[in-house]
């Protein structure tokens, strides 16, 4: 069965700071990952996905992510965080096609300090 | 154009009673998914549709959920009678029939019951 590992619930980084949020995946095949955020009131959006090609996804809003196939990983990272990015953020593992059952992570909440 | 659109935002009903919530998908969107995260949990799969058929319903919760999709256009979630652990955030995200096509979710609907 796939599962998702994000084993930071919260973090806190000051504004203008680099960002690393980890996530590790289990899934038997090649996974299509994703990485979603929620902001406050706001549905998921997302941010990036993976499913084939160039192991360095680049996304929305600056962010990017590398999928590295050895550690079972797709961490999401921003070089400069913006107080706007305190959000919510889901990392997620799917089956071939990309959204038949997505198993999401627990999320980590990033909170952005002046 | 529109969002997936979910009514209610929030609800709040005694154990026992009957919930309906609703989404709206963006036209012509034949795939519908629900998924659910109860508070400190994963955002679970619940359901997918593919126009008014049920594709996979392996991740509904127990006989007290039902999910239709008229038509195959809105869709409602029933949960009767409802229960304390049905209490959580209940999403609903729409995606074309195309491969590595985008998932749009909606805002959700927070279901508290008391």
């Known amino acids: 069965a796939q599962s998702v590992t994000q084993p930071d619930i919260h973090i806190t980084v000051s504004e203008g700071a680099s960002l690393e949020l980890r996530c590790n995946y289990s899934?038997?095949?090649?996974?299509?990952l994703f990485w979603y955020v929620q902001s406050p009131g706001q549905g998921l959006q997302l941010l990036l996905k993976y499913f084939s090609g160039d192991t360095l996804v680049q996304g929305i809003k600056g962010f990017e992510a590398e999928f590295k196939r050895s550690q079972s990983s797709f961490n999401l990272r921003k070089p400069s965080v913006h107080w706007s990015d305190a959000a919510e953020y889901f990392c997620a593992v799917g089956a071939s096609g990309g959204y038949q059952k997505v198993t999401f992570g627990i999320g980590t909440k990033l909170q952005v300090i002046p | 154009e529109a969002g997936v659109t979910q009514f209610p935002s929030h609800s709040v009903i005694e154990k026992g009673q009957t919930v309906t919530l609703r989404c709206d998908p963006i036209?012509?969107?034949?795939?519908l998914y629900w998924y659910r995260r109860v508070m400190g949990k994963e955002i679970k799969f619940l359901l997918h549709f593919v126009k008014e058929s049920k594709q996979d319903e392996s991740g509904m919760p127990n006989n007290r959920f039902l999910a239709e999709r008229t038509g195959g256009t809105y869709s409602t979630l029933k949960v009767q009678p409802a229960e304390l652990e049905d209490s959580g955030v209940y999403f609903c995200?729409?995606?074309?029939?195309?491969?590595?096509?985008?998932?749009?979710f909606g805002q959700g609907t927070r279901l508290t019951v008391v």
């Open positions: 899934y038997g095949a090649t996974p299509y």
């Open positions: 036209s012509g969107h034949d795939n």
């Open positions: 995200a729409s995606r074309p029939t195309l491969e590595g096509a985008e998932a749009f």
